[in-house]
């Protein structure tokens, strides 16, 4: 989401971190995916692995920016644009 005018700072950090998030847990993706195609387990199983863990904290830092996202939508407090 593009910032606009007349949403404050906080809102429009808070929107602008959905894209990133996104793409770097479909990166993350990426590699596990990849990982699958390394045939040695001792080489795909760790590179897997991590990124499932990345995986799952762009997940966490993805909740806490959409409760974030409802904490500071305009519309909370009547400034709906």
Do not use: C
Request: charged residues 20%; negative net charge.
């Amino acid at each position: 989401m593009s910032p606009e005018v007349g949403f404050s700072p906080e809102f429009q950090a808070v929107t602008s971190m959905e894209d990133p998030l996104g793409t770097a847990e479909d990166f993350a993706g990426a590699i596990a995916l990849i990982a699958q195609t390394i045939s040695d387990r001792n080489v795909s199983g760790p590179i897997q692995s991590l990124a499932w863990a990345l995986r799952d904290k762009i997940q966490a830092a993805e909740a806490i920016r959409g409760a974030l996202f409802d904490m500071l939508h305009p519309s909370r407090y009547g400034r709906a644009k």
